[in-house]
């Protein structure tokens, strides 16, 4: 018998349901009455829900005429549920998720965070403000909201184990702020976790090496780096070092080698300047963090610096690289969360209503990816390249299966998506085009 993530979401969501108060903002009456819109029905409209306007998704998730209801009923009972039930629900059908692949007997997971330029509400937590200057008139360039999306990704089994969302810019939303509530809200002992540059820093450094799983940190190498690493040679090297920092000013300390950091010991609020910078500091008044660094230079000329606890008689150089490199996973899984799953696509401006949304395509990802990993591809006789699910078109094919239950078996949709492959060509390189996040508005939707 094979097993089916379609069902196990069900089953999810059934808990759920039977422990709705949980979800809910008001326990005694959201959700008690029966409705033509029950929280089962809800849950499953938001998970499977596209790029489409509100009522093209109703008519689609309800072919029957007389079991469709208008986009206002749904945003009544949308206006009901806390988004966090589904980060709940990401977390208990991952539990119930085997872990098939691991490096060295460790899971890989990667750290970092994508930002959505959601629709403009000037009254909501995710204003932005104006996104810069205009290039041609040099005016300031039109008011934007915006959405980080912090996610914690396993590499190997490609899924999301916990998500935070945050604004793009005011105190306390920068990624160690939601890098560090993540690492201490997973039990991580069993695996390496791995961050890219803004991640690096004291306070990460310590809180790393504290949460009790191993980490590999990619460190800014300039001038703005940490100075024990900006005044690094440019040799190979791969040391053990020891930093000791103290927030006092104390004389004693700076004999002792102590580098100070600006951390304020109370909140002053909105009495500081927005340009008064301060280090984030959440340990003793003086600590000694203890990190391996490892430098090397890659094929272009440009060197690198990475952070780990890892051992060395246990990893090599050649082997944090190639640990590092594992890492890009995260980068094609906020490509698929995006523009295959259909994230960049939001029906409401109101912030619990996105974070709603971007909760539920998360969940999403998961049930395709755990489905996707189901399907074997035996290599044939003269082959160059190994073969490989081609997960739009399983997207497609999921969502065609749960929006017409009954239609098909679960092997008959395994052996849809399993005709759809493509190749991987290994080595293959193309240039990083970075560009800014952009809207997709309300009235530019293609609702067929």
Known sequence: MIFSPIELLSFVIEQICQNRKSY???????????????LKDLLMLLIRIEGNCMN?????????????????????????????????ILRLFNQYIPVKRRWHKYRVLALDGSKYQVPLNRKGI??????????????KAKDISMVVFHGLFDVLNRMFLDVRLSPAKGKGNDERTAAIDILHNNALNDAIITMDRGYDGYNMFEHANRFGGHYVIRCQNSSNAIPEIRDLPNVEM???????????????FKNSGYRHIR????DYGKDLSEKTKYQRWDFEETCIIRTRIIKFQLDNG???VLATNLRKDEFSIKDLKELYHLRWGIETAYRDLKYTIGSKCCHSRKDQFIEQELLAHTVMYNIISTLVDQITIEAKPGEKHPKKVDFKMATVAVREFLFHP???TYEELLMII???VHSVVSGRRDERKIRPPTLIPFTYRISA
């Not at 996104?131 to 040099?138: C, E, V």
């Open 263 to 266: 951390a304020p010991k109370k």
């Open 56 to 88: 093209a998704e109703i008519a689609k998730a309800f072919p029957d005429i007389n079991q469709q209801m208008h986009a206002s009923a749904v945003i009544q009972q949308r206006d009901k549920l806390k988004p966090e039930v589904f980060l709940q």
């Open 418 to 420: 399993k005709k759809h």
């Open 238 to 252: 791969d040391k053990w070092v020891h930093m000791k920092v103290t927030t006092s000013t104390k004389k004693k």
């Open 24 to 38: 809910v903002k008001n326990p005694d009456t959201d959700f008690k009455r029966e409705r033509k819109l029950p």
């Open 302 to 304: 440009t060197w690198e």
């Open 126 to 139: 995710y204003f932005f403000g104006p996104n810069g200057r205009d290039k041609l008139t040099g005016e």
């Open 406 to 408: 009954g239609r098909q």
